[in-house]
C-alpha cells in the first residue's frame, strides 16, 4: 500500500505563483512514476505532469512554460512548481502514484486562481 500526502494550495491571484509538494509513504519503489492530475468543477481529471527516473518529466501543453515538476531528495516526494498562474488552473490537483501497474491518489488540494 502506498499513501500520498499533498499541500501546497491555496487562493491566489492570476500571475501568481504556487508550489504543491506531495510525499509517498509505504511500499515506495523509486522507480516509479508519479505525477499531478487536476479536476476542475464540472470537467472530467486531467493529466498535469508526470516524473519518472528513467523516463523524465513531462508536461501538458496546457502547463508547459509555467509548471515544473521536480522529485525531491526524500525517496517519494514530488513538487510542482506553478508559476503565471491562470484563472483556468482552478482545480483540485492530485497526487498519483503508479507502480507495477497499481495507482494510488492522494486526497487532493484545491488551487483557486482569481482574476
Known amino acids: 500500500q502506498v499513501q500520498l500526502v499533498e499541500s501546497g494550495g491555496g487562493l491566489v491571484q492570476a500571475g501568481g505563483s504556487l508550489r504543491l509538494s506531495c510525499a509517498a509513504s509505504?511500499?515506495?519503489?523509486?522507480?516509479?512514476?508519479m505525477g499531478w492530475y487536476r479536476q476542475a468543477p464540472g470537467k472530467q481529471r486531467e493529466l498535469v505532469a508526470t516524473?519518472?527516473?528513467?523516463?523524465?518529466?513531462s508536461l501538458a501543453d496546457s502547463v508547459k512554460g509555467r509548471f515544473t515538476i521536480s522529485r525531491g531528495n526524500a525517496k517519494g516526494t514530488v513538487y510542482l512548481q506553478m508559476n503565471s498562474l491562470k484563472p483556468e488552473d482552478t482545480a483540485v490537483y492530485y497526487c498519483?502514484?503508479?507502480?507495477?501497474?497499481?495507482?494510488?491518489w492522494g486526497q487532493g488540494t484545491r488551487v483557486t486562481v482569481s482574476s
Open positions: 509505504g511500499d515506495i519503489f523509486s522507480g516509479a512514476t
Open positions: 498519483h502514484y503508479r507502480w507495477a501497474g497499481y495507482d494510488y
Open positions: 516524473i519518472n527516473k528513467n523516463i523524465g518529466a
